[in-house]
């Protein structure tokens, strides 16, 4: 099926850094989300993005959703231990008979040394 | 914020067996959800949509005989995997809306289903 591409896959910095991360898309979305999954548990909202050049903070993340409606980017600064985790991209196809399916990304999995 | 409540959240069941999973919206109206399903360091995979009154519409490759859907109400989807086999051990996820369209996805907790 379909998929974003996310990049880049694992992560591993320190603590205080800052981190980037990102999904393209063939495909345009009318939506762009990020999650954070942690072990065993379900994702967890981050940050929506309604529309195309939208920029959007949440503390110490900003993500936005590309001109294009095919790409986004998530920027958290300062990185700290808690952090940790794996962090999803998620696009909301457009077209009535698509509403509220998502599209998932690989996962981005982040590891924080303190 | 709006809740996504998901039982069981593990269930370990032997070959040939079902399984039911709940999920519900707790303090929302959800004429929409999806169940999805998450293989270890893998993404999250949308199986089904869940729909309010009417019959689930289903991802292509998966079994619609196999992972019953039933919406019952308007916070309710259970999925049942009907004579479960090892290689239906996954982490399934449940996720719903508020009735308000413009409204992001909320997640469930997830099941840990683990077939012997």
């Known amino acids: 099926g379909q998929q974003l591409n996310q990049s880049p896959q694992s992560m591993f910095i320190q603590e205080g850094e800052d981190v980037s991360m990102n999904c393209t898309s063939s495909?345009?979305?009318?939506?762009w989300l990020w999650y954070k999954q942690e072990p065993g548990e379900g994702p967890v909202l981050l940050i929506a993005?309604?529309?195309?050049?939208e920029l959007t903070s949440n503390g110490r993340l900003t993500a936005q959703f590309g001109i294009t409606r095919k790409d986004s980017f998530l920027n958290i600064s300062a990185s700290i231990p808690s952090d940790v985790g794996i962090y999803f991209c998620a696009g909301q196809l457009t077209g009535s008979s698509n509403t509220g399916k998502l599209i998932f990304g690989q996962g981005t999995t982040l590891q924080v040394k303190p | 914020g709006a809740v996504v409540s998901q039982h069981p959240s593990r269930v370990i069941c032997k070959s040939g067996t079902s399984v039911k999973i709940e999920c519900r919206s707790l303090d929302f109206q959800a004429t929409t959800m999806f169940w999805y399903r998450q293989f270890p360091k893998q993404s999250l995979m949308l199986m089904a949509t869940?729909?309010?009154?009417?019959?689930?519409?289903?991802e292509q490759g998966v079994e619609k005989d196999k992972f019953l859907i039933n919406h019952a109400s308007l916070t309710l989807s259970t999925l049942t995997v009907t004579s479960a086999h090892p290689e239906d051990s996954s982490f399934y996820i449940c996720s719903a809306r508020d009735r308000g369209m413009g409204s992001p996805l909320h997640f469930g907790n997830g099941t840990r289903l683990t077939v012997t």
């Open positions: 993005l309604y529309k195309a050049g």
């Open positions: 869940s729909n309010e009154g009417s019959k689930a519409t289903y």
């Open positions: 495909s345009i979305f009318n939506t």
